[in-house]
Structures are given as C-alpha cells and as structure tokens.
C-alpha cells in the first residue's frame, strides 16, 4: 500500500462489482445493488439514507399488479423506454426519459407498475432512499426533467428546500451524466458528504480506478474526483449525508 503524502491526500475510493444478488420472475428482474457493501467491514447493506440501488427489467406487456409500500421514498429513473404507473389515488401517470417519478410513500401508498404490449423492453433504475421519520404524509411527486447535457451532472433529486425538480425526505442528491468517450468530468460532491457513483453504461476511470458496466465506486471523503469515460458511458451518481438520520421498517429499502 502506498502511505506517501500524497497517497494520503486522495479521496479513498471504494469500487464494487456487478451485483449477485438479482430476483428472476420471467417478464420482469431485478439486481439489486447495496452500496454499503462496497466498503470492507461496513455493518450495514445500505449506506445511511441510501438503501439500495435497483435495476429493474420488464419485459413488454408486464403488469406488477397494485401493491403497498410503507417507510420508503422510491425513484424512478428510466433513461429509455416507458414505466406506466397507476395507484388508489386516480394517478395514471408515464415515466420515460423526459419525467422523474418519486415516491414518498410514508405511512403507506399504493400502486402498479405496467409495460403494454408495444412498449420497447425497459431498463430502468428504481432507487430506495430510507427517510429521516416513520409514517410520514404519503405522496408522489411525477414531474418533467431538464434536458440533459452532455458531459455535465443533472440534479434530479435533493432532499427538501433544494434546487432539484423532485424531493426526497432525506439527505441524498442525485445526478445523472451522459459522458462521451474521451471526455471528463468531475464527481458530485458536498462537504462532509459521501458520493455513491453506479455506471448504467459504458465505462469510466473514476480517478485510478477502472469501473465498468453495472459497477460501482464510493467515495467516503473530500476531495474532487475525475471520472474519465473511456467508452461512452451514462453514469448516475448520489451525494449522501452519511450521519443523516435514517429509518430502516422500508418494505424493499431496508
């Protein structure tokens, strides 16, 4: 191991592989990605606030029939394809590369996810952020997004009183990036906070480290971080509070 001085100055960097933990229903799987456990020894699957990280496939002509959530903000990010939703409370509502969907389903919300039968194959990302207090007011939130750019990080959700389109009720924001092969970019950080980067495609050098397809890197201190596409890569990144309060009663975001 490196122990000069200026090893010591770099941010510690902490990459995962693809994940080996994946449920198979047929039309629709999932592989679930848990960031805490890209760091040695750490006693928790989630990282503080952020549970888990979902990539979620659906087949065209699927249906998850109307189901319950309690104690968890879930996100929906679809950067191709479409996510039909409806609930209880009358919400038919599309979620495809132009709109966000958030979840906050508190003391409980109610809905169903749907694909038709000539809608394209979706790959998608559904995020689980634990938040801060138990049942608290359910809602949602389902707004249009700002068109990407390429090369630059897109806040798409920050916790409450932030800048970002959509909420959450805990301290996490997210990014996304579409990186050019060649290009660089630097991480999303925020003092005394934490940064989760997941590579939905391609690949990237995130400082010294290579991270690949369906990869992961944490990043548990300051400090900027070039991330360096070496194929054309999109690229999701979070900034965590890893002191927040956190509940963990989530039905999937433990």
Request: proline share 9%.
């Amino acid at each position: 191991m490196d122990d000069s001085p200026a090893a010591r100055t770099q941010p510690r960097i902490h990459t995962a592989p693809r994940t080996d933990v994946s449920q198979d229903q047929g039309r629709f799987r999932i592989h679930l990605n848990f960031p805490g456990r890209a760091v040695p020894d750490h006693d928790d699957h989630g990282y503080g606030p952020l549970a888990t990280v979902v990539e979620s496939f659906m087949d065209p002509g699927t249906l998850i029939r109307m189901h319950q959530h309690r104690n968890e903000e879930i996100i929906s990010w679809v950067p191709d394809g479409v996510m039909r939703h409806d609930d209880r409370r009358g919400n038919e509502l599309v979620t495809d590369p132009d709109h966000l969907m958030v979840m906050n389903a508190g003391s409980g919300f109610w809905h169903a996810e749907e694909t038709l039968a000539e809608d394209p194959p979706l790959r998608m990302l559904q995020i689980f952020v634990r938040p801060h207090s138990l049942d608290l007011e359910p809602g949602i939130q389902h707004e249009p997004i700002p068109d990407p750019v390429a090369g630059e990080w897109r806040h798409l959700f920050g916790p409450e009183g932030t800048d970002a389109p959509l909420s959450v009720r805990n301290d996490v924001d997210f990014y996304d990036c579409r990186l050019a092969a060649g290009a660089t970019t630097t991480l999303p950080a925020r003092s005394g906070w934490h940064t989760y980067l997941y590579v939905f495609d391609g690949v990237v050098d995130v400082g010294d480290e290579s991270v690949g397809y369906t990869e992961s890197a944490l990043v548990t201190d300051d400090g900027d971080v070039p991330v360096t596409a070496t194929e054309d890569s999109t690229l999701v990144a979070f900034c965590i509070n890893p002191d927040a309060p956190v509940t963990r009663q989530g039905t999937i975001g433990r």
